[in-house]
């Protein structure tokens, strides 16, 4: 198993996410199947585990805390997070906090995370009403907490933002970051934003909750003849591996074959060419459909409603290749007469644009997407409702 330093820790370059845990025939977690990755996990070097409060209706921490402490305490670090991204009517961190030791069985986290801060959360955490940081603050120098950081979807100047409040508190930051989302969601700014502050990277979504696991036939035989012995997977785990600053990849594995995949393409194998990189950038550019949007910004010029176009375009671009609960939570985070659905369709932006783009026609695509996707509030609301079930049972 390949390893880094960060936080002062020697860290499995492979973590095991737990969002995705293997499922029974009737969707309940499969424990025993678990145990297993778990066990394989460990004997194969991986030490770092990821869970949070939300994650299988709440009952993920239950099931990865059992399957851990089978285990010494010296052979694994879990992390957890605190969830002020969800929509609620008042936050308690220490309720929650105190819970998710209970449920996971231990008695401090190795690392605790903020989770997304982001358009819509930012407010939360850093309101003095809620006292969320300084709550976690106090965790950490009680020894309840050995590593703060924070989890984010955020655009990369709310995450400067966030970066200017919380000051030298972050310890490391976990954002969505793959070959595709490298372009299609600014993923490069924000690495280079964290690497110039010293803040080491955690990957999530490496491979885009599964989407560049598989990719059409003619690039994976392009990727095959290359390497013909690694999966299209291993492909975006390489790619990550180029990156100095990363030093975390969760992957959200649900089968003991993505593990063990996983775990040989953490444990040796030829570093990532240039030449192969410039590969999956370019099926990147293939899989985005994208319009050609150079934000320019020509066309924010002359809006009569003042939209942020660019964003907006990029937003399309990206719902067009996966409708991502990412856009619906950034969106929820915007004023009505900021969002697509302002558009008046009045072609001043169109006029002006160098690249021909038909944008009231994208802008009305946009809203209308948008109105078929559950609101991230609605999404807590139901997520919340599914764990009071799972608490009563």
Not at 295 to 319: E, F, Q, T
Not at 349 to 361: R, T, Y
Request: proline letters at 5%; one cysteine or more; glycine letters at 6%.
């Amino acid at each position: 198993m390949q390893y880094n330093e960060a936080c002062g820790e020697r860290l499995s370059r492979l973590g095991f996410g737990c969002m995705r845990q293997p499922l029974t025939a009737d969707k309940a977690i499969d424990e025993a199947e678990l145990q297993r990755m778990v066990d394989y996990a460990i004997a194969q070097g991986v030490n770092y585990f990821d869970t949070a409060w939300p994650y299988h209706s709440g009952l993920s921490e239950i099931a990865i805390g059992k399957a851990l402490r089978r285990h010494p305490r010296d052979r694994w670090l879990l992390a957890n997070k605190y969830p002020g991204h969800q929509i609620a009517a008042s936050y308690n961190p220490a309720e929650i906090f105190e819970e998710q030791l209970k449920k996971c069985g231990v008695d401090c986290f190795d690392f605790y995370l903020l989770h997304n801060v982001y358009e819509n959360s930012f407010g939360v955490y850093t309101d003095p009403k809620w006292g969320i940081l300084d709550y976690f603050r106090e965790q950490k120098r009680l020894g309840r907490i050995r590593h703060l950081g924070f989890s984010s979807h955020a655009r990369p100047d709310t995450l400067e933002k966030f970066l200017d409040y919380a000051g030298d508190s972050m310890e490391f930051c976990q954002i969505q970051l793959n070959y595709l989302d490298w372009t299609l969601q600014d993923a490069r700014a924000k690495y280079d934003l964290l690497t110039a502050r010293n803040i080491p990277v955690w990957v999530m979504e490496p491979l885009r909750g599964g989407r560049l696991a598989t990719l059409d036939e003619s690039d994976e035989a392009g990727l095959r003849a290359l390497r013909p012995d690694e999966s299209t997977a291993a492909w975006s785990f390489r790619w990550l591996q180029r990156l100095p600053n990363v030093k975390m990849v969760l992957s959200g594995m649900s089968a003991m074959e993505q593990m063990v995949d996983n775990v040989a393409t953490f444990s040796g194998g030829l570093p990532q060419s240039d030449a192969e990189a410039s590969l999956l950038e370019r099926i990147a550019e293939g899989l985005k459909d994208a319009l050609p949007c150079t934000r320019c910004r020509y066309c924010c010029d002359g809006c009569p409603m003042g939209l942020d176009i660019p964003m907006l375009i990029h937003a399309y671009n990206d719902v067009r290749f996966a409708q991502s609960m990412t856009v619906s939570m950034q969106f929820d985070a915007l004023p009505e007469d900021k969002r697509p659905s302002a558009c008046i369709a009045c072609g001043a932006c169109a006029a002006v644009c160098p690249q021909n783009i038909d944008i009231p026609g994208a802008l009305r695509e946009l809203s209308e997407t948008l109105a078929r996707m559950p609101s991230w509030a609605e999404l807590c609301r139901q997520r919340e409702e599914a764990a009071k079930r799972s608490r009563r049972n």
